[in-house]
C-alpha cells in the first residue's frame, strides 16, 4: 500500500469509526514519537488527515488533541527511557543502526539547546523520536525531561490536528 492508500484508509476507518479515533490517534502519536517506530510510520500525514476529518465531519476535537498530546508525551518518555537505559549502544540497533547520522545529529542539537531542544526538536522530522533518546543518554535530568517534554506534546498536537479542524471551518466562512 502507498502512504496515500495508508492515509485514506486510516481516515476512512475513524469516519466510519469513530470510537475508534481516540485510541487510534494515540497509537499514531506514540508512534510517531517513538525512536524506533517513527522511522517507519507514516503518522504525521495520517494525523493532519485526522484534523481535516475532524473540520469536515464534527468530530469531537479535544478527545482526539488530548490523545494525541498523551500518545506523544509516551512516545518521546519511552524514547528518554530507552535512551537512560542502553545508552549510546541504542545506534547499534535497528533501524536506527541503518540512519548512523541520526543520533549524532540528535546529540549534536541536544548539546546545543539542551531543554529547549527536548521542546522544538519534536516539531522537527527525525529528531523528533532522536532528540529524547539522546536526552536519555546525556543523562538529563528527568523531572526537566517531562517538564519539556509534555509541554511540547500539547503544542505538538494543537498544530498537527487544528489548521484542519479549524481551519477548514474558518476558510469556509469567509469563501
Same mark, same amino acid.
Given at each position: 500500500m502507498s502512504l496515500d492508500q495508508i492515509t485514506q484508509a486510516t481516515i476512512a476507518f475513524i469516519q466510519a469509526h469513530e470510537a475508534w479515533g481516540i485510541p487510534l490517534v494515540l497509537v499514531l502519536a506514540f508512534g510517531e514519537s517513538l525512536a524506533f517506530i517513527s522511522l517507519l510510520l507514516p503518522a504525521t500525514v495520517i494525523l493532519i488527515g485526522v484534523g481535516f476529518l475532524i473540520g469536515?465531519?464534527?468530530?469531537? /476535537? +479535544?478527545?482526539? +488533541? &488530548?490523545?494525541?498530546?498523551?500518545?506523544?508525551? &509516551?512516545?518521546? +518518555? &519511552?524514547? /528518554? +527511557?530507552?535512551?537512560?537505559? &542502553?545508552?549510546?549502544?541504542?545506534?547499534?540497533y535497528w533501524p536506527l543502526s541503518r540512519y548512523p547520522d541520526l543520533i549524532p545529529r540528535g546529540h549534536q542539537f541536544f548539546e546545543r539547546w539542551g531543554v529547549a531542544g527536548v521542546f522544538f526538536g519534536r516539531f522537527f522530522g527525525p529528531l523528533r523520536a532522536s532528540v529524547p533518546l539522546v536526552a536519555g543518554i546525556c543523562a538529563m535530568p528527568p523531572l526537566t525531561f517531562q517538564i519539556a517534554n509534555i509541554a511540547s506534546a500539547l503544542v505538538w498536537a494543537t498544530g498537527i490536528l487544528a489548521p484542519g479542524a479549524f481551519g477548514l471551518k474558518w476558510l469556509q466562512q469567509w469563501m
Open positions: 469536515e465531519s464534527g468530530i469531537a /476535537f +479535544w478527545p482526539l +488533541w &488530548l490523545a494525541a498530546a498523551v500518545g506523544a508525551a &509516551l512516545g518521546d +518518555w &519511552l524514547s /528518554f +527511557w530507552i535512551g537512560t537505559r &542502553l545508552g549510546s549502544r541504542v545506534a547499534h
